[in-house]
């Protein structure tokens, strides 16, 4: 799902930060109406392709007849512009419009020469008829794809056609990759090194381009919230003679005076009808206050006016550059997305300048090749997110050997491993693909798609996955896997689960995980477990949120499970806000046909990252993990006993919230009865926690008295080997409570496998 713009109005500090309740609803088609329903589709699409040429000449029309920077100001100001109220709640006025309906308008109006561009001021009703209109153009685009593939012949081809409509939805409507301080921040990192060069060859480096559409994007919000505030200080005049009044005096360039303006309205003039004409009066302004100089910026970006022009003209076209254009090429590779600006002499018309900051790869991408220095940006991409995976898995999992650039030779076969994690009896083998996405592959063609899905998805998992059946060959027995596991600092024998990702730069997000339309296609083996792929930005997020090693472990693991356990439709960020609320406890899920779409579970963390971009502070989004649960996985982080990693994930596997309060209740009430009964040789004194997932282990919690301390490891292999023999599930894991120190969650913790293995980690 797309992440939502950026931009907003600062406020008071926020009070609350509520997470998203997870609701659960289905939708479908009966079998037996598939055919009415697609003849009803096929025909609202040829409605909407028969109407395009008629709606592209009323567009041109009304360019040619009204202000179009004063029309796109306004589409921008009321349709886009959002804010944060004091719970850090963004809001935006318009639900229907979004930022690619802009980016289209506006290249529409490029394609129309800048000597035949209108004068008149855009009216009330004609911005109504744009509003209405932007929608139903931007899904014409739709309609022609569903005409040109109508019914396909096979499942292959069908699984082809929704990987096309995927990413081509992705790359029409979906924007901002990042949160914007994190693209600002990730995107000057990235090419820093480079900024000497780029320098040289254009006269300004991507630092600068970054700073400066910084301060234009911050000057034009600054220049909408003070429109705003002003019109909103006029419009609070009871009667008509009042709104006057403030307008004059809220707005002192105005000519003439109040009672004269006030003497032109015709007999009988209603409230609603001044504050319309005021408010259109006013709006006038909008595409001025869209305009900036390079003198403007320039002392607020800390930059010279020949740098700021240098980095504005980049990003700009003069008036009418898309004359003669192909419309339908508007949709999927729109020339807007790499220069958002209108470059007026000397001035420059930003309407929608955070446009920069949402494709800011293409730009860098597009600079390069004007520069030469192509190469040079890809062997930095490539250094850049190697070092960043590093790094972030060296700040997620405290303690543990973190070694990049892991080289590695078993029987012949010669492998490279980008990050090699192992943590107690983990294993974490991550993979990062700084490989770019083509305009070829974001316009669906399918070469380019199965080329980049061969390079960033499954190239990189197949890796990982050699490496991961070397480790388990070497805990088997292999002596040749075995021998080179030692030089990786791997015990085989100590490893009990192997988590794979891999990490990429650009925003895959929608075709990463799509594994059951990629084995359809056969773009994938079909006996292969595919990785995870997730984008940096998106890791940087999850490690911040995920508080725990434990959690961050067990987020990457489940992953990995979820993805093969749905057919998927949403972005990393709505997987994060899932596994927030649900733990990817959804075993009751599993199994059920259609697409699984977490939409909007990204919420409170888009309220997060959002609010405190704003500069308002919320609360930070939390795991629902419950008191008793969450206090064992903290003394199992700061004590770390051996096996201790693998005793947090079976426990965080075992239950949902909801489940997990239920578990706390059963052990808090075995607590009376132990106390009361356990002279009793047959008293109860365990609870047993079964998840319906066979794969994942049994739970124990045992519940003892001081004077059984001397049996505590007797006993407690004694429950598991009750609870083992008829289990097909992944082992069990016990955690020992003593009614005398309740203060601590445990104090022992034994584990056994499917063969009944037990060992101590206390």
Known sequence: MPKKDRRKKKQSKATSNKPVKVEMSSFGVPVEDHAAFNEAVLKAAKAGVDEFPKMLERFGKLFRDRDPMGMIASMSMYSLMGFVTDEGVFRKPSRDIEQHHVELLQAIMMTVPGDEWGIRPPTADVMQALHDEAPKLANTFLFQ?????????????????????????????????????????????????????????????????????????????????????????????????QMVRLYYKYVPELKGDPEGLIATFPPGVSRDGVMSFIMQHFDLRLA????FTPDEIAPLAERTPNVVEKVLRAVSRPPGDLAGANPDFLFLSNPIWTAPGIDLGDRFFFAIPQVVQSHINAVVRGLAERAGLTVQLERRRARYLESKLEEILTRALPGAAVTPGVKWEIAGEQGETDALVVLDRIVIIAEAKSHRLTPEALRGAPARM?????????????QS?????????????????????????????????????????????????????????????????????????????????????????????ERSYFQKAFDLLGDELDFLGLYLDTGFNLAGLEGHAGVFSPSGMSTPID?????????????????????????????????????????????????????????????????????????????????????????????????????????????????????????EHDGCVLFARCLDEWEKPYVAVLMADGSSRTEEAS
Not at 169 to 187: D, E, F, K, P
Not at 204 to 211: E, K, W
Not at 528 to 539: E, F, G, M, Q, V
Not at 660 to 667: A, L, N, T
Request: aromatic content about 6%; hydrophobic content about 40%; glycine content about 4%.
């Open 607 to 727: 309220r997060y990252y959002e609010s405190r971009d704003a500069g308002i502070q919320l609360p930070k989004p939390k795991a629902r993990v419950q008191p008793y649960y969450r206090a064992i996985i903290d003394r199992l982080t700061e004590r770390r006993p051996t096996g201790w990693t693998m005793a947090g994930l079976h426990l965080l596997s075992s239950a949902d919230p909801a489940e997990q309060r239920k578990i706390e209740s059963g052990v808090n009430k075995l607590r009376w009865m132990v106390r009361k009964n356990f002279r009793d040789p047959k008293h109860i004194n365990s609870v047993v926690v079964q998840p319906p997932s066979k794969r994942k282990a049994k739970v124990v919690f045992y519940v003892f008295p001081e004077e059984h301390r001397a049996n505590l490891k007797a006993n407690s292999e004694q429950l598991m080997a009750e609870t083992l023999p008829e289990s």
């Open 145 to 241: 794809r569903l005409l040109a593939e109508g019914d396909e012949p096979d499942e292959a081809a069908k699984a082809l056609a929704s990987l096309q409509v995927s990413i081509r939805l992705h790359t029409q409507a979906v924007r901002n990759w990042g949160y914007y301080s994190a693209v600002n921040r990730i995107t000057k990192e990235l090419h820093e090194p480079l900024n000497a060069a780029f320098v040289e060859k254009l006269g300004f480096g991507i630092s600068d381009l970054i700073d400066v559409m910084a301060v234009v994007v911050k000057e034009h919000e600054k220049r909408s919230s003070e429109h705003s505030t002003t019109l909103a200080k006029v419009l609070r005049g009871k009667t008509i003679t």
């Open 465 to 557: 996955a050699r490496l991961g059946a070397f480790i388990e060959a070497a805990k088997a027995g292999d002596e040749a896997a075995g021998a080179v596991m030692k030089t990786l600092g791997i015990d085989p024998v100590k490893v009990d689960r192997i988590i794979r990702f891999s990490l990429t730069l650009d925003d895959f997000s929608v075709l990463s995980s799509a594994e059951a339309d990629f084995k359809a296609v056969g773009w994938v083996p079909n006996d292969h477990h595919l990785a995870p792929t997730i984008l940096l930005a998106d890791l940087e997020c999850i490690v911040d949120i995920l508080d725990s090693p434990l959690l961050v472990a067990h987020y990457l693991s």
């Open 450 to 462: 199965k080329r980049h899905v061969q390079d960033l998805i499954v190239d990189p998992s197949l």
């Open 288 to 291: 001025d206050r869209a305009t």
